[in-house]
């Protein structure tokens, strides 16, 4: 089957770095998304990685490990407009198409 | 904006009924999946369509049924409406059934079952 884990909930301070890390199991893996979602809202693309390595794009960057079924997502220069949920989903292949996202974490950024 | 629509925006239904709940895709998308998130969670895969056929499942029951049509809008239809159904349903929409494409959220419709 199919198993997602990252943390509940995190907290970070305006202007620090913070890295939200995400764990997988999943038979027919097919390429790792980082979404965001604000409270009330749709979750919003922010990164996407089929092979191992960083992805950079401005203030967020996602790492991918297949060997290690890992990844994370890094947020720069935090600002108050970050605290939101973020949603790491695996595409899988395995019986078909599917999209399985984990639970989320939810980052509160403080001043 | 995203370009994917979905409505109504909020329902409210009664245990026992029918619901269908309609997506209209971001032009050029041919792929569409539909979503269940409950409060605090994340989105739970219900199914994905491409080119009008289902191809891939999540482990929701066949009371959850749906459609795409040529113009690449959609439906999900839910039958027997029962209280653990009261979610936010979800539509996506992308470009392709694979590979490196972002799917793109309608606002999603708030259902309740009472």
């Known amino acids: 089957g199919q198993n997602i884990d990252q943390p509940t909930e995190m907290t970070a301070t305006e202007g620090a770095i913070v890295q939200i890390n995400c764990t997988y199991q999943t038979s027919g893996f097919n390429g790792l998304f980082w979404y965001q979602q604000h409270a009330g809202e749709a979750p919003t693309f922010l990164s996407y990685n089929v092979l191992d390595g960083l992805e950079e794009k401005g203030r967020f960057s996602s790492f991918l490990s297949r060997s290690k079924g890992y990844s994370y997502l890094l947020l720069k220069e935090l600002q108050m407009k970050d605290s939101a949920s973020y949603l790491c989903a695996v595409r899988d292949m395995a019986g078909g198409f599917k999209t399985i996202f984990g639970a989320g974490t939810r980052l509160f950024v403080k001043a | 904006e995203t370009g994917v629509t979905q409505s109504p925006t909020h329902l409210i239904k009664t245990r026992g009924q029918q619901v269908t709940l309609r997506c209209s895709s971001q032009?050029?998308?041919?792929?569409v999946s539909w979503y269940q998130q409950a409060l605090g969670q994340g989105p739970q895969f219900i199914f994905q369509?491409?080119?009008?056929?289902?191809?891939g499942r999540g482990n929701f029951p066949p009371r959850f049924s749906g459609l795409q049509f040529p113009n690449y809008s959609s439906e999900l239809n839910v039958n027997a409406l029962e209280l653990d159904d009261s979610a936010l349903y979800l539509c996506?929409?992308?470009?392709?059934?694979?590979?490196?494409?972002?799917?793109?959220f309608g606002q999603g419709t708030r259902l309740t079952v009472v």
């Open positions: 996506a929409s992308s470009w392709d059934r694979g590979g490196n494409t972002e799917a793109f």
């Open positions: 032009s050029g998308h041919n792929t």
């Open positions: 369509y491409y080119r009008e056929e289902e191809n």
